[in-house]
């Protein structure tokens, strides 16, 4: 998700502007290797922010050595890996700036988009600053919109990875419940804005799988990794507010490792 605008002025400029998916066997990536390359597509939950160790080249997409698709990468030896995830990238910025990576060589195929459409950079700042009633009520409009409009533009996406990587098998990442319910955290958000945030997640994972079926793609869900290391669980593996802020809410290197890494693994 989106965590890019931010500047060093008082905490809250700093929230506010900040907030703007382990192996697969041996014989599986021989048959990957002998099929063609590997891409990786999508937003800062696959080019790694939150995970640290960033290739300078990449500028500001901040893509991770630590990221899922760079250790998958690493692992496995694809015939070629082109690393084109990209932080603050939505489903348009996918189609125009993404899809020169894609050929009738590439064997496989990551992605991780919808997240930053949906407008979840703005209502995590409007949850951190402006009250539960405001929570609640940009939630919802995000819900809405990942019911309507989200569905048309990830098929435009789908369409078009299928059409320019016949050959490839592809593999769609969800995202992962931001909070344990009931859990640890006694100060911030409110029970009623975590439950409605968990839900938000739900709704955009749910919409991921379907048209990741519909177009024949593979879905993996990162909560079976992610139980237990949500935010307010005492082991979490996703950043609360932090310091740089466009990491808050994203996936520390422990969660590429071992919440996302994992299902990528088993699905592709």
């Known amino acids: 998700m989106r965590l890019s605008r931010y500047a060093a002025l008082t905490s809250a400029f700093l929230v506010t502007s900040a907030l703007a998916l382990t192996g697969a066997s041996a014989a599986a990536s021989a048959q990957l290797t002998g099929a063609g390359g590997y891409v990786a597509l999508g937003d800062s ?3 790694g922010v939150g995970a640290g160790s960033y290739d300078g080249g990449s500028g500001s997409c901040k893509r991770s050595t630590k990221a ?10 694809p015939s070629s890996f082109t ?12 189609v125009s700036g993404q899809f020169g990576s894609l050929g009738s060589a590439t064997g496989l195929v990551s992605i991780t988009v919808g997240g930053n459409d949906a407008g979840f950079a703005d209502t995590m700042t409007t949850c951190t600053l402006q009250g539960e009633s405001a929570c609640l009520a940009r939630v919802a409009q995000a819900r809405t919109y990942i019911t309507n409009t989200l569905p048309g533009k990830l098929d435009t996406v789908y369409g078009g990875i299928a059409q320019r ?13 931001f909070y344990k319910l009931n859990g640890s955290c006694i100060a911030g958000l409110t029970e009623k804005s975590r439950t409605a945030i968990d839900a938000a997640a739900d709704d955009i994972n749910g919409v991921l799988a379907k048209r990741a079926a519909d177009h024949g793609f593979a879905f993996a869900d990162v909560n079976s990794t992610f139980a237990g290391h ?8 996703l950043h609360s507010v932090t310091y740089p802020v466009e990491e808050s ?20």
């Open 45 to 47: 939950y696959s080019s």
């Open 165 to 177: 990587a016949p050959s490839a098998r592809v593999v769609v990442l969800g995202y992962p419940h």
């Open 230 to 237: 949500e935010l307010c669980s005492g082991s979490p593996w």
């Open 249 to 268: 809410y994203h996936p520390t290197a422990a969660g590429q490792a071992d919440g996302y890494l994992p299902v990528f693994g088993s699905a592709a």
């Open 68 to 77: 899922y698709p760079a250790l998958w990468a690493a692992a496995h030896r």
């Open 83 to 94: 690393f084109a995830a990209c932080s603050g990238a939505r489903t348009g910025d996918v």
